[in-house]
C-alpha cells in the first residue's frame, strides 16, 4: 500500500494569513506517460462528508475557491490557502490514487489563531 | 447535479452483517465507477472498495475477506455488505463516485450513515 503522510498534524493560522499543509507519499505518484501526480486533496467540515478541492495535485475543482492551491511531484506534495478565511476550518486530508488501495493521509486539523 | 443517500441499519450486533445501500440521483449509474468509504468516530478516511455500473469490483486487501459490493442498474443504487462485524468496524460509511475512469478521486459523495456495532 502506498502510506500518506501529513504534516503538521494540526495547524492554527491567523485570518488572512497563509495556510500551508504537506502531504508526503511512500512512493512516487507520479505517472510518467501522462505527466500526471496522482494525488487530490479534500476539505472536511465537521458533520460533514469530504469536499473535493484539488485532483492531478494542482488542479482546482470547479467552484473552489483560487485562494487554494496545489503543488508537488512525485512524492512531496502541498495545499496552501493564501489568505485564510474563517469558512476554512476544517480537517483537510490527501489521497493518493496511482493505486489501489486508494489511501488518505492522516488529515491535518485547521483552526484559526 | 448528482446526490448520493445511503440507508442502513445505524446498529449492528457483533458477528453479524453490516448491509448497506446507496441510492444514486440525478444520473445513471452504469457509466461511472462508485465506491465505498469509512470514517471510525474522531478518525481518518478508509477506501474500502468500488465497483463499475457494469458489475466489476475492487477491494482493498485489508477488507477483502469479509467485504462484497453489488450493483442494482434498475434502482441505480449499488450496496455494501460486511460480514463477521466488530467494535472495529463502527464507523461513517459514505458512498462516493470516481471521476472517470482513470481518475479514481472522489468528486460526488453522499452525506454518510454511522453505523455502530455493539450488543
Known amino acids: 500500500d502506498i502510506v500518506m503522510t501529513q504534516s503538521p498534524d494540526s495547524l492554527a493560522v491567523s485570518l488572512g494569513e497563509r495556510a500551508t499543509i504537506n502531504c508526503k507519499s511512500s512512493?512516487?505518484?507520479?505517472?510518467?506517460?501522462?505527466?500526471?501526480?496522482?494525488l487530490a486533496w479534500y476539505q472536511q467540515k465537521p458533520g460533514q462528508p469530504p469536499k473535493l478541492l484539488i485532483y492531478?495535485?494542482?488542479t482546482r475543482e470547479s467552484g473552489v475557491p483560487d485562494r487554494f492551491s496545489g503543488s508537488g511531484s512525485g512524492t512531496d506534495f502541498t495545499l496552501t490557502i493564501s489568505s485564510l478565511q474563517a469558512e476554512d476550518v476544517a480537517v483537510y486530508y490527501c489521497?493518493?490514487?496511482?493505486?489501489?488501495?486508494?489511501?488518505f493521509g492522516q488529515g491535518t486539523k485547521l483552526e484559526i489563531k | 447535479q448528482v446526490q448520493l443517500q445511503e440507508s442502513g441499519p445505524g446498529l449492528v450486533k457483533p458477528s453479524e452483517t453490516l448491509s448497506l445501500s446507496c441510492t444514486v440521483s440525478?444520473?445513471?449509474?452504469?457509466?461511472?465507477?462508485w465506491s465505498w468509504i469509512r470514517q471510525p468516530p474522531g478518525k481518518g478516511l478508509e477506501w474500502i472498495g468500488y465497483?463499475?455500473?457494469?458489475?466489476?469490483?475492487t477491494y482493498n486487501p485489508s477488507l477483502i475477506s469479509r467485504v462484497t459490493i453489488s450493483v442494482d442498474t434498475s434502482k441505480n443504487q449499488f450496496s455494501l455488505n460486511l460480514t463477521s462485524v466488530t467494535a472495529a468496524d463502527t464507523a461513517v460509511y459514505y458512498c462516493?463516485?470516481?471521476?472517470?475512469?482513470?481518475?479514481?478521486?472522489?468528486?460526488?459523495w453522499g452525506q454518510g450513515t454511522l453505523v455502530t456495532v455493539s450488543s
Open positions: 489521497q493518493q490514487y496511482y493505486g489501489s488501495p486508494y489511501t
Open positions: 462516493a463516485r470516481h471521476r472517470t475512469s482513470e481518475s479514481f478521486y472522489f468528486d460526488y
Open positions: 440525478g444520473g445513471s449509474i452504469s457509466t461511472y465507477y
Open positions: 465497483i463499475y455500473g457494469t458489475g466489476g469490483t
Open positions: 492531478w495535485a494542482s
Open positions: 512512493q512516487s505518484v507520479f505517472y510518467s506517460s501522462n505527466n500526471k501526480n496522482y
